[in-house]
């Protein structure tokens, strides 16, 4: 069914750029945002930059002005333009689509489906 398949990892040296690119397989009719995480050696998994369904996009504080997300129909795929790479952004970057759904009872349930990674390495 649904499937997020993540390419474009790899090295760059600081200053450097990269381009991520997450293949969606499937339907999500439930879609409510999409997004690439990350997560650092030894740290948690965190946000980087989501799109949401009507095209508003959000960033931490460290991808704005620096890293790009957009979606490209055509190909059915989320994209991270990653630019003026430093070594910190060294990490496993993950592709997401978050889902929201009413159950039974009246609450919001929220599902996300991820991607298996793909590594990024920044240095010299």
């Known amino acids: 069914q649904e499937q997020l398949v993540e390419s474009g990892g790899g090295w760059a040296q600081p200053g450097g750029s990269l381009t991520l690119s997450c293949v969606v397989s499937?339907?999500?009719?439930?879609?409510?945002?999409m997004g690439w995480y990350r997560q650092l050696p030894g740290e948690k998994r965190e946000v980087v930059a989501t799109i949401l369904t009507g095209g508003r996009t959000h960033y931490a504080d460290f991808a704005e002005g620096r890293f790009t997300i957009s979606k490209n129909p055509a190909e059915n795929t989320i994209d991270l333009q990653l630019k003026n790479l430093v070594v910190e952004d060294t990490a496993v970057y993950y592709c997401?689509?978050?889902?929201?759904?009413?159950?039974?009872?009246?609450?919001?349930?929220?599902?996300?489906?991820w991607g298996q990674g793909t590594q990024v390495t920044v240095s010299p």
């Open positions: 997401n689509v978050r889902s929201l759904a009413r159950a039974s009872d009246g609450r919001l349930q929220v599902s996300d489906a």
């Open positions: 499937g339907t999500f009719p439930n879609s409510a945002s």
